[in-house]
């Protein structure tokens, strides 16, 4: 038959269970396939079952572990149970070649040739007589499939115990003794003699009892009995007929040797030390019976104390261990299950005392020990006696990598939980290089512990992890090792990263109740308390934000990151005095994070901050953040240079989320990157339509606003006014307010480097005539005056433009002449509106120009101020701007007297929206104005009726 477990075995060679086991899943593994071993040796086809079952359970995907179990199933006569337990491997791991090749190889299994049991020389020379039909119908055992020889080892050697291709099947040798049968009346005496002799100092082969008379004894006749019966297993006879025969003869040590021997295989452990104890006190197989019998009663306390752990009872775990421990005080592995079960109950007062009085026995100085004690002495309160236990148990050594390996994690978790990451690193030192996941974490920790914060989100102290005391046995060996604890699982993870995720979609209200729900799970993580506290600042609630950060702080625990959050909250809400005070307090503490520092410098010395900022960044530290959050940080630092890179770096990466899709783009917006800023909109339009992110109607037609403005290069101004317009001619926004005509103008211009960040410069061409003028002036044609020029708009946050403009000659009245002007203007409210039907408007415009040639001077001003309404009754695109106006002029060409006019009155305007799309809000309108001013002052032109017609594409 083919099988992985019969394909692979080699006897004495290490179990290779494959390479997805885990050191310690082998650990665990290793005493059930022993115990696994036994069982079929023993013939027990349940616990055979049990044993491979239970392996199967804790490495599901070794394959080997499937042949044993399959293996079992075919020697206890159920190959319809092997099938299906392939099948069903097969079907998980449909690529395994050995699985697929014993599926198909498997065939019923040929009979195993029964192996006969070994007997001791007394045996031996018995079995040379003739044999009564009893004895010889019992002298052989049923057949025993064939398995691995199972040599008594400890727990830690189960690793190298494989199945042969001619196994021996022999009861283990230190596990029980060899009880020899009592031999035939004509056996030689000095035979039986010199077996006396040899088994008075081998307890595995106690001597046969003497010689019986030609009539052999009732007690003797129950003795032979009693052997036979033990021969062949059935010790429970055995213990019958041995506890006759020494009813009969008390003295008679070898039929006691029979008796304890029995006892001891029926578990009678108990009654066998008792039995054994009452012979001879010479007798060295008694003696060894009685050891055996001792040995046995704390292993069973051993395993009883493993099951109550498993089921959580710590009580009772506890006193069986000690029990086992007590009946073993020389056993190691006895006494550190016995404190791992102190552990497991946390009396930690119990466990320090009582591994103390363990360390002060002979030879009981051991490491795991030492680790248990330390653990419990940080537990109490005594950190610095409880680092000089790990250090005293780590140079004792193990002698085994895996399990120094154990041991300095464990430590390394202590000093993690006692704030000593430099003790991390060095304890950890001699383990780097190896590619350990567990201590490359461990590693990290200890770094980020050791290393200033760069975000405001505190380094949380882990709390001390108990390490793992894993007890296992075999063949009434028991062992225990220790492995690094596991970190519990944070209780209120899953509700502060769902405060996390409403904090991300500005759902505050939830944010709050999920950040509570957090600190509520976890009180002492400082994370959570921070979390909770943003949360009800950035919904709006300012007062219970700073009660819940005075209710952290009265804990008694001044965190830094906490102090900067309270004095931001004492800031807003304009408490001064005491948002200087956290400030400082905060500024004091070196834990506090750069963010932090930059945030709290900002207000009083923004230079500082800056330069607090560009030390980090020069420093590398940036690269701790989010390239999002870095691109902010230099936002509020006023770096927007690095916040550009940034925002770019997360873009590039998919990593920038949709909110800080329009910081983005404003950011590139000041830099002049006009195309990036409108790409950037574009996208944040894209995520508002794809419910990625919330615009409000308002907000989505300003970032509209924001494109078409932006992407505009080139535009047309056409204009048609009574009342005349100024000296000035054709200008943006230029009032009409000189001379009683009628004038048209055109202008052209185009921005050849677009918008930039505001800062645009335009080259443009047009021109203008009278086409009606009062008493009869100059009026058609020969007033056609064409023009020339570029200007520039040199601050982004002031609409002042500087004109530099060449006057071309076209009709005969018109002048060629150089024009120099500036203009300023201020709107408020001019734009449409998607939040209201009416708003508040004003405009100002001022402008003064000079002609070179001519040397006239002019100036003229208008101030509105009234409230627009939208009609969106009839169409959301016009507006109705009913105003009061003021207005004043000069021309320098004017005779004396007339040169200034002003006056004041009233007016309505109509202008109509038009030429949108998706992405850009209307950039084009037609715009009706008819104001009716008096007269305020100089010349009568001042006042009358004013009306004028422009149309922007």
């Given at each position: ?433 190896q590619a350990e996941p567990a201590v490359e974490a461990r590693l990290r920790q200890a770094l980020a512990a050791a290393t200033r914060s760069v975000t405001p989100d505190p380094v949380v102290t882990p709390s001390l992890t108990a390490p793992k005391v894993v007890c296992v046995g075999s063949s009434y060996t028991p062992h225990c090792e220790l492995w690094p604890g596991e970190m519990q699982a944070d209780p209120g993870a899953a509700s502060a990263e769902a405060a996390v995720r409403a904090y991300g979609k500005q759902s505050y209200a939830e944010a709050v109740t999920q950040a509570r729900s957090a600190v509520e799970h976890a009180p002492g993580n400082v994370r959570y308390q921070l979390l909770y506290v943003r949360a009800l600042k950035a919904g709006g609630k300012p007062l219970q934000a700073l009660e819940a950060a005075n209710g952290f702080l009265g804990q008694g625990k001044q965190e830094p990151e906490m102090l900067a959050l309270r004095s931001e909250l004492h800031r807003q809400l304009q408490q001064l005095a005491q948002a200087q005070a956290d400030a400082d307090a905060a500024l004091a503490d070196p834990r506090l994070s750069v963010v932090s520092e930059i945030d709290l410098r900002l207000p009083r010395d923004p230079e500082r901050a800056r330069a607090v900022f560009e030390n980090a960044q020069q420093a590398g530290l940036l690269s701790q953040m989010s390239d999002t959050d870095a691109g902010y940080l230099a936002v509020r630092v006023g770096d927007d240079a690095s916040a550009a890179q940034a925002f770019a770096r997360a873009s590039d990466k998919n990593e920038l989320p949709p909110k800080a899709l329009l910081d983005a783009g404003y950011v590139a ?285």
């Amino acid at each position: 038959m083919t099988l992985l477990l019969a394909a692979a075995a080699v006897h004495a060679q290490s179990v290779d269970l494959g390479p997805d086991v885990s050191s310690y899943t082998r650990f665990l593994v290793y005493p059930h396939l022993q115990k696994g071993f036994e069982a079929i040796q023993s013939g027990d086809r349940a616990r055979a079952y049990q044993e491979f079952g239970q392996a199967l359970k804790l490495a599901p995907q070794s394959s080997v572990i499937v042949g044993y179990l399959a293996d079992a199933y075919l020697r206890f006569g159920e190959p319809e149970k092997a099938r299906r337990l392939l099948r069903e491997q097969l079907a998980a791991h449909p690529k395994d070649p050995d699985l697929r090749a014993a599926l198909a190889a498997l065939t019923p299994p040929a009979p195993a040739p029964a192996p006969r049991v070994r007997r001791s020389t007394a045996v031996a020379a018995a079995s040379a007589a003739p044999k009564p039909a009893a004895e010889a119908a019992a002298s052989e055992r049923p057949a025993v499939p064939s398995m691995p020889e199972v040599a008594t080892k400890p727990a830690e050697q189960v690793a190298k115990v494989q199945p042969a291709s001619k196994p021996k099947v022999s009861p283990p040798a230190s596990a029980a003794p060899v009880v020899a049968a009592p031999r035939a009346p004509r056996a030689a005496e000095a035979r039986a003699v010199r077996s006396r002799q040899r088994s008075s100092v081998k307890a595995s082969s106690p001597a046969p009892p003497p010689p019986p008379p030609p009539e052999p004894s009732a007690a003797y006749r129950f003795a032979d009995a009693g052997f036979k019966a033990s021969a062949r297993g059935d010790f429970k006879s055995a213990a019958v007929a041995a506890r006759q025969a020494l009813d009969l003869e008390q003295e008679n040590d070898d039929y006691r040797r029979l008796l304890a021997y029995a006892l001891l295989e029926t578990g009678a452990y108990d009654e066998a030390e008792t039995v054994a104890g009452q012979g001879a006190k010479s007798d060295k197989a008694l003696a060894e019976l009685a050891g055996q019998a001792r040995q046995r009663r704390a292993y069973a306390d051993f395993e009883s104390a493993n099951h109550a752990l498993a089921d959580g009872n710590t009580t009772m775990a506890v006193e069986r261990a000690r029990r086992g421990a007590e009946l073993e005080p020389s056993n190691a592995a006895q006494q550190v299950q016995w404190m791992g079960a102190l552990a497991a109950a946390h009396r930690w007062t119990d466990l320090d005392a009582t591994t103390t009085q363990l360390l002060g026995r002979p030879g009981m100085d051991g490491a795991d020990l030492l680790m248990l004690r330390a653990h419990a002495r940080q537990r109490l309160g005594r950190g610095s006696e409880a680092m000089a236990d790990y250090d005293r148990a780590l140079a004792l050594g193990f002698g085994n990598n895996t399990l120094e390996q154990n041991a300095r994690l464990i430590a390394a978790d202590a000093a993690l939980a006692d704030g000593q990451p430099g003790r991390v690193q060095t304890l950890l030192k001699p383990l780097q290089g190896q590619a350990e996941p567990a201590v490359e974490a461990r590693l990290r920790q200890a770094l980020a512990a050791a290393t200033r914060s760069v975000t405001p989100d505190p380094v949380v102290t882990p709390s001390l992890t108990a390490p793992k005391v894993v007890c296992v046995g075999s063949s009434y060996t028991p062992h225990c090792e220790l492995w690094p604890g596991e970190m519990q699982a944070d209780p209120g993870a899953a509700s502060a990263e769902a405060a996390v995720r409403a904090y991300g979609k500005q759902s505050y209200a939830e944010a709050v109740t999920q950040a509570r729900s957090a600190v509520e799970h976890a009180p002492g993580n400082v994370r959570y308390q921070l979390l909770y506290v943003r949360a009800l600042k950035a919904g709006g609630k300012p007062l219970q934000a700073l009660e819940a950060a005075n209710g952290f702080l009265g804990q008694g625990k001044q965190e830094p990151e906490m102090l900067a959050l309270r004095s931001e909250l004492h800031r807003q809400l304009q408490q001064l005095a005491q948002a200087q005070a956290d400030a400082d307090a905060a500024l004091a503490d070196p834990r506090l994070s750069v963010v932090s520092e930059i945030d709290l410098r900002l207000p009083r010395d923004p230079e500082r901050a800056r330069a607090v900022f560009e030390n980090a960044q020069q420093a590398g530290l940036l690269s701790q953040m989010s390239d999002t959050d870095a691109g902010y940080l230099a936002v509020r630092v006023g770096d927007d240079a690095s916040a550009a890179q940034a925002f770019a770096r997360a873009s590039d990466k998919n990593e920038l989320p949709p909110k800080a899709l329009l910081d983005a783009g404003y950011v590139a917006g000041r830099l002049g990157q006009s195309d990036v800023s409108v790409g950037y909109f574009k996208r944040a339009i894209d995520a508002a339509d794809d419910g990625q992110l919330t615009l409000t109607p308002q907000r989505l037609f300003e970032t509209r606003r924001e494109i078409a403005d932006r992407s505009r290069s080139w535009g047309a101004i056409a204009s048609v006014g009574y009342r005349g317009i100024s000296p000035g001619g054709q200008g943006a926004g230029a009032a009409a307010g000189i001379g009683d005509s009628v004038q048209t103008g055109l202008e052209l211009y185009w921005r050849p480097s677009g918008y930039r960040d505001g800062t645009y410069y335009e080259l443009y061409g047009g021109g203008f005539q009278t086409l009606w003028s009062k008493g009869g002036g100059a009026s058609g044609g020969e007033t056609a005056q064409g023009m020339l020029g570029a200007r520039i708009k040199p601050l982004r946050s002031a609409n002042l433009v500087l004109s530099a403009e060449r006057r071309v000659k076209i009709g005969s009245l018109s002048i060629n002449d150089w024009l120099l002007r500036a203009g300023y203007s201020y709107t408020y409210g001019t734009d449409l509106r998607m939040d209201a039907s009416s708003w508040n408007t004003a405009q100002v415009y001022a402008e003064a120009g000079r002609f070179i040639d001519t040397r006239r001077t002019y100036a003229t001003f208008e101030a509105q101020l009234g409230r627009s309404f939208k009609l969106d009754s009839v169409d959301p695109r016009p507006v109705v701007f009913p105003h009061f106006v003021l207005g004043a002029d000069h021309d320098s060409k004017l005779a004396s007297g007339r040169r200034t006019a002003s006056g004041a009155g009233v007016g309505v305007a109509v202008r109509y929206w038009f030429n949108e799309d998706r992405y850009r809000a209307p950039h084009s309108y037609f715009d009706v104005s008819l104001q009716y001013r008096a007269r305020l002052g100089g010349d009568e032109r001042g006042k009358g009726v004013f009306l004028r017609a422009t149309l922007s594409y």
